[in-house]
């Protein structure tokens, strides 16, 4: 990388844009307005739009020939970053750019600043050598890792669009081989609330007679989670399958086995490990998140009167929040007894986002990764929510999601890390994308 590259790196990162901590509240705005600046630099206009409590960034950079004939392609990053702590585990500071061993070391290198960087950096070098042939959108902002809504707000009254957007802020299962996300699960939280009495009982006299809370909620749960793997039927409509492509790039990403096992964790049931990519990118989940009843901490005897929980579904590709959310109210209903007072509370919510693998610009894009890394990308689904995804999709913006973060870059964690190759090689990737998008044209 040259050395005017890692110099403004360095500079970016240096600015401490934590968005979950309040006293960093200046540093998210210093790191808007550094994203802002170099837009303005390699010959683009750009301004800060607040929506909400923080500002995102909006802005253009022209194509060098065409005009407003030249394709649009979207670029989003995000400039904000998760807190650095626990501090004493990090090998250098977090805001401080390090190079050891082939790895450049900071918090937000690989999440998102430093690749948000790379997708910058391509756009101001085809310009400055008279050689852009797409008109980029920047759209940028600084809530993402306290999942803020403004991006979505914004996308959602935006007319403008796009012909494509890329997103350079995920990373690749295994080294060297590239994957673009084509779909992400929703969410839809819930919270579970039990009422049987007013006030707890003494289970001796009332026991065997009194409706305990605990019970009641127990059930209600039960009718909504797993049996043999599976959610229940209703909570199951709507989910589409894995694409042909989808399947095949399996083949190239590690099993499920080895995945659950990497993690400690427990399979779900017998077929878990081998449904693994069924079940985490096809497949809605329910997991409570955690309840409160009674007093487990002590031996004690009591009838419990007041019990609740919190429990979130992601939802599958395909899935419709609504209709989820209607299937979830009516298997509790029906589970639990009349008499108890059961009040079910919808909280927050996310629609799943799905992308079409036969689109030209997911084709285009990937012809252009394997022209820039060597290597065809597989085609994959993300079993986590980005908003930004159904955003996107509902307005037929076919994204590319992608990026070169690897499973070894500590991201969200002490000593985040991207491999200095990476850095050139993301500005090469985002260079021959702009470049083979031109023909949306
Ligand atoms: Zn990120």
């Given at each position: 990388m040259e050395q005017t590259w890692v110099d403004e790196l360095r500079e970016f990162i240096a600015i401490p844009s934590v968005s979950a901590d309040p006293a960093h509240q200046d540093d998210v705005r210093r790191a808007a307005e550094w994203v802002r600046d170099f837009v303005k630099r390699a010959g683009g206009e750009a301004e800060l739009v607040r929506m909400g409590e923080r500002d995102l960034v909006i802005g253009d950079i022209p194509a060098n020939a065409n005009g407003a004939k030249a394709p649009t392609v979207m670029i989003y990053g995000h400039f904000d970053v998760q807190p650095p702590a626990p501090l004493e585990l990090w090998e250098s500071p977090p805001f401080e750019l390090a190079e050891r061993d082939g790895w450049y070391y900071a918090r937000g290198i690989a999440d998102d600043k430093g690749q948000l960087f790379t997708l910058l950096k391509a756009a101001q070098l085809l310009r400055e050598q008279n050689a852009l042939p797409v008109n980029i959108r920047v759209v940028s902002d600084g809530e993402e890792e306290i999942g803020g809504h403004s991006v979505v707000d914004f996308l959602e009254a935006d007319?403008?669009?796009?012909?494509v957007c890329i997103i350079f802020d995920g990373g690749m299962t295994r080294a060297e081989q590239p994957e673009f996300g084509l779909a992400t699960r929703g969410l839809v939280a819930f919270h579970l609330k039990v009422k049987t009495g007013e006030r707890d009982m003494h289970s001796g006299y009332y026991g065997g007679a009194a409706l305990n809370a605990i019970h009641v909620l127990m059930q209600g749960l039960s009718a909504v989670t797993a049996r043999d793997g599976l959610l229940p039927d209703q909570l199951r409509i709507g989910r589409t399958a894995l694409s042909q492509l989808e399947v095949d790039s399996l083949k190239s990403l590690p099993n499920g086995w080895e995945i659950l096992d990497e993690a400690g964790a427990t399979p779900l049931d017998g077929k878990a490990a081998e449904d693994f990519y069924d079940r985490t990118w096809a497949e809605p989940s329910l997991d409570v998140n955690g309840i409160r009843g009674g007093k487990p901490e002590f031996v004690n005897t009591t009838l419990i009167v007041a019990a609740e929980a919190r429990f979130t579904i992601r939802l599958a590709p395909g899935q419709d929040p609504e209709t989820i959310a209607a299937g979830v109210e009516k298997l509790i209903r029906g589970a639990v007894p009349d008499s108890a007072e059961v009040e079910l509370i919808r909280e927050n919510s996310a629609a799943p986002g799905v992308f079409s693998a036969d689109s030209p610009a997911i084709q285009l894009g990937m012809e252009a990764f394997k022209r820039a890394t060597g290597v065809k990308p597989l085609l994959v689904r993300v079993g986590g929510t980005l908003p930004i995804y159904p955003a996107l999709a509902a307005k037929g913006i076919p994204t590319i999601g992608t990026g070169f973060a690897l499973r070894e870059s500590n991201v969200h964690s002490p000593n985040e890390r991207l491999r200095v190759e990476d850095i050139d090689r993301a500005v090469a990737a985002a260079s021959e994308l702009y470049r083979s998008l031109a023909a949306l044209g």
């Open positions: 007319e403008r669009g796009a012909d």
